[in-house]
């Protein structure tokens, strides 16, 4: 049975959670050829406040990228 643990920095909408465990179950009923039924997924977010990386808590850094564009990638040319 696979279980699959999803950790976002910050929120998602219920809508995109959906989407998101749809997504993912479907990715490996056609790679592993589990039944949708064993797939198992969990998605926790975290508070940007209680994440940090390179020294400096999520919450602090510079507003989040555009969609498709890396997130790491303004914050490490700081």
Not at 8 to 26: P, S
Not at 63 to 70: I, L
Request: no cysteine; aromatic share 2%.
């Amino acid at each position: 049975m696979p279980f699959v643990d999803i950790r976002l920095a910050g929120n998602a909408t219920r809508e995109q959670k959906a989407a998101i465990v749809a997504d993912v179950t479907q990715s490996l009923v056609e790679r592993l050829g589990k039944s949708p039924a064993a797939v198992q997924v969990v998605i926790s977010e975290i508070s940007t406040e209680n994440y940090g990386s390179g020294g400096q808590l999520i919450a602090d850094r510079v507003p989040a990228s555009k969609p498709g564009e890396d997130a790491n990638a303004a914050v490490t040319s700081q």
